[in-house]
């Protein structure tokens, strides 16, 4: 019986020393397979997009966007508050010196000047009088010096009084066209509210503010292209005619102004962006932008990679100026990887030249 028993067990021993000498062998191909990958990957090229450097025109400018205003623009603005009562001139009239551009209400200042007038005459008088009766005897030096200092006073009086009431007009200064007014007739005008903006005759210009890192570049003289929304796909040109020596500590800019000829059809107060041309090449070494990472590049050489330091110049959102550390005949990586290392092996494909 023993035996027997010893015989039927006997089978499934068997299949359970076969069944693990299977799983074993499977484990050992799949992890051999595995490493044969492996190693085939590590082996295997790279592939990489590849380009040789371009030729082509670059511009290095400055860009700063500004508004049109004329050289010499005042305002025009009542020093009294008053009610504005006529309006003698609009936008666009040509005025001359002196001539009255709008009138503020003046009765209550005029019936003060009526009576300081009064009041002038009468001291007048007085301080005439004593001036006769003080060489006769007939008055004292201190009423003589009284009557002499309230005369005074009266005409200062006087004389400020008729100031104010001139207050009341609005008078251009110099030969200027109006380019702008504000406020109507029955308005309440605050004292120093500019009703009226003058522009003496003569070119319009440009006001833009450059950045305090771009001012060192930029010079007198220098040639601008322009562009408007009010003229689209049109470009304009300008020269740089004074910077300031100031410059705006809380916006870390200086101003630039920026001469315009006198067919140019911006009107004052557009919104004009500039490019202050710093320097032109017509035959720049070219290479994409996305080739440069942190002042470097990636060369092929006999199928490996290798990492070269470069000097730029303009850089441009598809292209890039090379001015050293890559020659014309140089394959550049156009997109190199960060895990690209020195030395691996490369499957190159050539960019298509646009």
Known sequence: MVVSTSIRTGKPLVRQSIMKKYILYTLL?????????GLWSWLKPTTVEVTTPTRGPVVDAVYASGTVEPEVMYPVAPRVTARLTQLLADEG???????????LEAADLTANLMELKAREA?????????????????????????????????????????????????????????????????ELIPANT????????????????????????????????????????????????????KGDAEARSFRV???LPSDIPFRI???VETNIILRTEDNALLIPTSAVSSGKVWKVVNGE??????????????KTEILGGVSPSDIIVVSPEADLENGQKLHTEMRTKK
């Open 29 to 37: 191909f799949l992890g051999g397979a595995a490493a044969l990958y």
């Open 93 to 103: 009239d040509v005025v001359a010196p002196g001539q009255v551009l709008g009138k």
């Open 122 to 186: 009468n001291a007048k008088a007085q301080f005439e009088r004593e001036q006769r009766l003080l060489p006769q005897g007939g008055t004292s030096q201190a009423a003589f010096d009284t009557a002499q200092a309230d005369y005074r006073a009266a005409t200062q009086a006087r004389k400020a009084a008729e100031a104010q009431v001139g207050f009341t007009q609005l008078t251009a200064m110099v030969t200027s066209t109006v380019v702008y007014r504000q406020g109507e007739v029955g």
């Open 194 to 245: 500019t009703v009226f903006w003058l522009a003496e005759p003569g070119n319009l210009r440009i006001s833009v503010q450059v950045d305090e890192e771009d001012i060192p570049q930029v010079q007198l003289g220098q040639r601008v292209l322009m562009r408007s929304d009010a003229f689209p796909g049109k470009s304009f040109e300008g020269r740089v005619t004074s910077i300031t020596p």
């Open 257 to 259: 102004r920026v001469g």
């Open 269 to 271: 107060g557009m919104t």
């Open 305 to 318: 990679a290798h990492q070269s330091v470069v000097t730029t110049g303009v850089l441009g959102p598809d």
